[in-house]
């Protein structure tokens, strides 16, 4: 009779070798690597853009926000960007007529969001 390994026995052997090998990749392979396993796992998170106090756009379903880069040399830009349902009737729903668009936030201090139109 053969007893098969525990969860937290494969989490002792599993964990050091996944270090040991991810630390020898370069930052961006790790970013990868940690974008397949959120995508794999699943994060559906939910951006709200406010004018004041009055919501103003909402998108559902990203699973992430980058930070912009420069075309040349490595230098974050400021901005956010990411993909996402734009929820038009901010009902907290994807509804079936509205689409997954491009959008983009400002670090600026004047404040705005960039989306692409769904139509």
Do not use: H
């Amino acid at each position: 009779m053969t007893t098969r390994p525990t969860l937290p026995f494969l989490l002792m052997i599993t964990a050091p070798l996944t270090t040991v090998l991810l630390g020898g990749c370069t930052q961006e392979t790790q970013n990868r690597v940690g974008r397949a396993v959120q995508n794999w796992t699943g994060n559906d998170g939910i951006l709200e853009i406010y004018a004041g106090e009055k919501l103003v756009k909402r998108f559902l379903k990203i699973d992430k926000l980058t930070t912009g880069v420069a075309t040349r040399g490595d230098e974050p830009r400021p901005y956010r960007f990411g993909y996402g349902v734009l929820d038009e009737n901010l009902n907290s729903i994807a509804d079936s007529g509205e689409k997954k668009v491009y959008f983009e936030f400002s670090d600026y201090a004047t404040p705005y969001v960039f989306y692409e139109d769904p139509r």
